[in-house]
T-cell receptor
Framework: GAVVSQHPSWVICKSGTSVKIECRSL??????MFWYRQFPKQSLMLMAT?????????EQGVEKDKFLINHASLTLSTLTVTSAHPEDSSFYIC????????????FGPGTRLLVL | AQSVTQPDIHITVSEGASLELRCNYS??????LFWYVQSPGQGLQLLLK??????LVQGIKGFEAEFKRSQSSFNLRKPSVHWSDAAEYFC??????????????FGQGTILTVHP
């Protein structure tokens, strides 16, 4: 149980285009989903917290107009990187927290984004 | 704000040897503590967690960790390492109260190399 998927697993795009990444909790309902960014050989940095049906809360320094987050249902959150630039290239990982139960976050496999 | 320090960036052990990965945290209240493992290009897998109760926590794959409040530590141990344990290990602290409730802060990670 507690499986989280991400799609796509990797994406290459041209500078200036937008990219959408999906995060799904496959076998449980997630009131909260989190989006992280991980640069090579570095730790995960929390970008934003997404609660179903409400606006996402962004961490300091994260541009909310650039990283659009939508959490339309209890099993799906999306991250859209708008007008992507090479510096946005990174490994994006989502996690989901159950509707009820302990406060464990279950992580997706990640999406590697390369902006040319 | 919470923080996590993993003092060892890279550890090398021989297969069959014992392992201890260090983790120190800073948090103003009783924290939620986690250890995750990440294989190359993959998301994070939860090894074990501490919320309350017994300070010695058993996890998957033969790992255990001990919460020591006096030392603000949550070190990960395994009595006999297998080659498949080679990966990167992240310690994380979760906020147990306040506006950051549930948010995870990760350490820098420790890369484990296992020699045959």
């Amino acid at each position: 149980g507690a499986v989280v998927s991400q799609h796509p697993s990797w994406v290459i795009c041209k500078s200036g285009t937008s990219v959408k990444i999906e995060c799904r909790s496959l076998d449980f309902q997630a009131t909260t989903m989190f989006w992280y960014r991980q640069f090579p050989k570095q730790s995960l940095m929390l970008m934003a917290t997404s609660n179903e049906g409400s606006k996402a809360t962004y961490e300091q320094g994260v541009e909310k107009d650039k990283f659009l987050i939508n959490h339309a249902s209890l099993t799906l959150s999306t991250l859209t990187v708008t007008s992507a630039h090479p510096e946005d290239s990174s490994f994006y990982i989502c996690s989901a927290r159950r509707l009820a139960g302990l406060e464990t976050q279950y992580f997706g496999p990640g999406t590697r984004l390369l902006v040319l | 704000a919470q923080s996590v320090t993993q003092p060892d960036i890279h550890i090398t052990v021989s297969e069959g040897a014992s392992l201890e990965l260090r983790c120190n945290y800073s948090y103003g209240a009783t924290p939620y503590l986690f250890w995750y493992v990440q294989s190359p290009g993959q998301g994070l897998q939860l090894l074990l967690k501490y919320f309350s109760g017994d300070t010695l926590v058993q996890g998957i794959k033969g790992f255990e960790a001990e919460f020591k409040r006096s030392q603000s530590s949550f070190n990960l141990r395994k009595p006999s390492v297998h080659w498949s344990d080679a990966a990167e290990y992240f310690c994380a602290v979760g906020a147990s109260r306040g506006t950051s409730y549930g948010k995870l802060t990760f350490g820098q990670g420790t890369i484990l190399t296992v020699h045959p």
